[in-house]
């Protein structure tokens, strides 16, 4: 199939720009390598244009101010609108983009992006404040207020979906924004932005920047102008990002890796249920997910079946272009990603881990020109696996049995991780007890990667702090100023210096 290379442009100071430079770089489709289009590679001085249109849009405009909130619920519902209105063209550019399949882009991603911008948008009007009671004769108020400019930088594994996390809150709290797309799959974030622009968003209080992260993200951590960044990728330049902000003190949220455990007892009964939710855990969206639960804990008395079984149904994920309705898994980012996990599979092999199905590139028919994997299943016998500690960001699962529950606790924590987990019993008590214990973010019981706009999301240890989505996220797009009134009558003020 050939199709026109389409050339996309950045959005800055309500304008639709080229860069500076007038540079471009091209997205490639993933499951067939074709070229889909063109979009600005932009620069420093991008960056700096961008975050001068957001700055005078804080400033000069009436955005931030509390009496605003219904003009900003306003808008976020007309851009919630308008990406519905959309959702055909959005999806599949999206799986052209990405590699990832048009039922989970269609029935997923996309409308999930368009229920957080109408989350936030009711909730615009929802920030509050506190009286707090300061002894003596005095009314003291805690204020939140708007940080000011700030900048999202994010991965690539869920591209419509990030922009929606991280500009619907902000801009609710009453913030601007330059965004950054992952250089990866920057199209959707730039269609987005034509949604955002025609649903009347002020001159400067969205901006999207695109190009290569070590230059854009670098500008925008050390930009002096910006309050605040987002953070959405690896642990590893989450860590450089940290540093980079550190100059000019910025407000972070890092929302990074993980290696999530799924545990699952022998007295959870359903066992066809937690074989499939083992299987939606792993290899949704090929294993390119943050919360992806690859280390898999089965209880030693049902462990044998379950094996079994799970082997079976692997076998079973059609393998396709995103494009194609049967295709349940779809293709690896790029080729570099994909030579990462196919090492990381080679690496498991070394090592002694047990391969049970899959492990190959596919490369046979429509798989030849794309970057495909087969889903894949290891049975480990202990945890020391470099499989089992480093983060694969593919289809591979790591299969564990275990023996008691303080066990299992215990290996599930042990790991420099804490972003999700999941708990599979039929017993309230022991779900209770080992939730608790688990050190992560998110516990999922009896289900796993059901992600809600509602309610937060984000790590525990080195997978980050501070929370995206849910009315938490608010907390971190606004900052607390103490108002002191002081009472008093004129004839009773008191001062220490007299
Ligand atoms: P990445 O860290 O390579 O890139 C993330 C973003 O940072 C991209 O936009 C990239 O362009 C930019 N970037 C790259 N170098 C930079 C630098 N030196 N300074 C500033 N920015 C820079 O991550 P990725 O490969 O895009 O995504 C995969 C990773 O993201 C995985 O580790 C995954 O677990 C993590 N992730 C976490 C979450 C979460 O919510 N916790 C969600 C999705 C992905």
Same mark, same amino acid.
């Given at each position: 199939?050939?199709?026109?290379?389409?050339?996309?442009?950045?959005?800055?100071d309500g304008e639709f720009v080229d860069a500076v430079s007038g540079e471009t770089m091209s997205s490639v489709c993933p499951a067939d390598g074709e070229i889909i289009a063109t979009f600005p590679k932009g620069g420093q001085a991008d960056v700096d244009k961008a975050v001068r249109a957001a700055k005078e849009a804080f400033e000069n405009t009436n955005w931030g101010n509390t009496h605003a909130?219904?003009?900003?619920?306003?808008?976020?519902?007309?851009?919630?609108?308008?990406?519905?209105?959309?959702?055909?063209?959005?999806?599949? *550019?999206?799986? $052209?983009?990405?590699?990832?399949?048009?039922?989970?882009? %269609?029935?997923?991603?996309?409308?999930?992006?368009?229920?957080?911008?109408?989350?936030?948008?009711?909730?615009? #009007?929802?920030?509050?404040?506190? =009286?707090?009671?300061?002894?003596?004769?005095?009314?003291?108020?805690?204020?939140?207020?708007?940080?000011?400019?700030?900048?999202?930088? =994010?991965?690539?594994?869920?591209?419509?979906?990030?922009?929606?996390?991280?500009?619907?809150?902000?801009?609710?709290?009453? #913030?601007?924004?330059?965004?950054?797309?992952?250089?990866?799959?920057?199209?959707?974030?730039?269609?987005?932005?034509?949604?955002?622009?025609?649903?009347?968003?002020?001159?400067?209080?969205?901006?999207?920047?695109?190009?290569?992260?070590? =230059?854009?993200?670098?500008?925008?951590?050390?930009?002096?102008?910006?309050?605040?960044? %987002?953070?959405?990728?690896?642990?590893?330049?989450?860590?450089? @990002?940290?540093?980079?902000?550190?100059?000019?003190?910025?407000?972070?949220?890092?929302?990074?890796?993980?290696?999530?455990?799924?545990?699952?007892?022998? !007295?959870?009964?359903?066992?066809?249920?937690?074989?499939?939710?083992?299987?939606?855990?792993?290899?949704?969206?090929?294993?390119?997910?943050?919360?992806?639960?690859?280390?898999?804990?089965?209880?030693?008395?049902?462990?044998?079946?379950?094996?079994?079984?799970? @082997?079976?149904?692997?076998? $079973?994920?059609?393998?396709?272009?995103?494009? +194609?309705?049967?295709?349940?898994?779809?293709?690896?980012?790029?080729?570099?990603?994909?030579?990462?996990?196919?090492?990381?599979?080679?690496?498991?092999?070394?090592?002694?881990?047990? *391969?049970?199905?899959?492990? #190959?590139? $596919?490369?046979?028919?429509?798989?030849?020109?794309?970057?495909?994997?087969?889903?894949?299943?290891?049975?480990? !016998?202990? !945890?020391?696996?470099?499989?089992?500690?480093?983060?694969?960001?593919?289809? @591979? $699962?790591?299969?564990?049995?275990?023996?008691?529950?303080?066990?299992?606790?215990?290996?599930?924590?042990?790991?420099?991780?804490?972003?999700?987990?999941?708990?599979?019993?039929?017993?309230?008590?022991?779900?209770?007890?080992?939730?608790?214990?688990?050190?992560?973010?998110?516990?999922?019981?009896?289900?796993?990667?059901?992600?809600?706009?509602?309610?937060?999301?984000?790590?525990?240890?080195?997978?980050?702090?501070?929370? +995206? *989505?849910?009315?938490?996220?608010?907390?971190?797009?606004?900052?607390?100023?103490?108002?002191?009134?002081? *009472?008093?009558?004129?004839? %009773?003020?008191?001062?220490?210096?007299?």
């Amino acid at each position: 199939m050939t199709r026109g290379i389409k050339q996309y442009r950045m959005y800055i100071d309500g304008e639709f720009v080229d860069a500076v430079s007038g540079e471009t770089m091209s997205s490639v489709c993933p499951a067939d390598g074709e070229i889909i289009a063109t979009f600005p590679k932009g620069g420093q001085a991008d960056v700096d244009k961008a975050v001068r249109a957001a700055k005078e849009a804080f400033e000069n405009t009436n955005w931030g101010n509390t009496h605003a909130s219904d003009n900003r619920g306003d808008l976020l519902r007309k851009i919630a609108f308008g990406i519905r209105e959309q959702i055909d063209e959005l999806a599949e *550019l999206e799986v $052209l983009d990405s590699g990832k399949t048009i039922t989970d882009v %269609s029935l997923v991603d996309v409308h999930y992006a368009a229920d957080c911008f109408e989350y936030y948008a009711n909730l615009a #009007n929802q920030i509050y404040g506190e =009286v707090i009671p300061v002894p003596g004769d005095v009314l003291d108020i805690a204020v939140r207020e708007p940080l000011g400019v700030c900048a999202a930088i =994010v991965a690539w594994n869920y591209p419509i979906m990030f922009a929606a996390w991280k500009i619907a809150p902000c801009l609710a709290a009453g #913030n601007t924004i330059v965004y950054k797309p992952s250089s990866e799959t920057s199209l959707s974030a730039l269609a987005l932005a034509k949604i955002i622009d025609e649903a009347g968003a002020p001159k400067g209080v969205v901006n999207i920047v695109t190009g290569p992260g070590g =230059v854009i993200g670098k500008a925008l951590c050390e930009h002096p102008d910006i309050e605040k960044v %987002s953070f959405t990728g690896s642990t590893e330049v989450g860590r450089q @990002v940290m540093q980079m902000a550190a100059s000019t003190m910025k407000k972070l949220t890092m929302e990074l890796g993980g290696k999530s455990p799924n545990i699952i007892f022998d !007295d959870f009964t359903n066992q066809e249920a937690a074989v499939g939710a083992a299987l939606l855990g792993l290899y949704f969206n090929a294993g390119q997910t943050c919360v992806a639960g690859s280390r898999l804990y089965v209880h030693e008395n049902i462990y044998d079946n379950f094996k079994k079984e799970l @082997v079976r149904r692997v076998g $079973l994920i059609p393998v396709g272009h995103g494009m +194609d309705w049967d295709s349940r898994m779809g293709a690896i980012i790029n080729e570099s990603q994909m030579r990462s996990i196919l090492d990381l599979i080679e690496t498991g092999k070394k090592e002694g881990a047990k *391969l049970l199905i899959g492990g #190959n590139r $596919l490369m046979e028919g429509g798989h030849a020109k794309g970057f495909f994997i087969e889903p894949t299943v290891f049975e480990c !016998d202990h !945890d020391d696996y470099t499989i089992v500690k480093k983060e694969i960001f593919g289809p @591979v $699962l790591c299969l564990m049995k275990f023996k008691d529950e303080q066990e299992v606790i215990k290996r599930a924590n042990n790991t420099i991780y804490g972003l999700a987990s999941a708990v599979w019993t039929n017993d309230i008590k022991r779900a209770f007890r080992v939730s608790k214990a688990l050190k992560a973010g998110q516990v999922w019981i009896n289900q796993y990667l059901v992600l809600s706009n509602f309610a937060p999301h984000g790590g525990y240890k080195q997978s980050g702090f501070g929370k +995206d *989505l849910s009315k938490y996220a608010m907390d971190n797009y606004t900052q607390i100023k103490n108002i002191y009134i002081e *009472l008093c009558s004129d004839d %009773s003020y008191i001062s220490t210096f007299e």
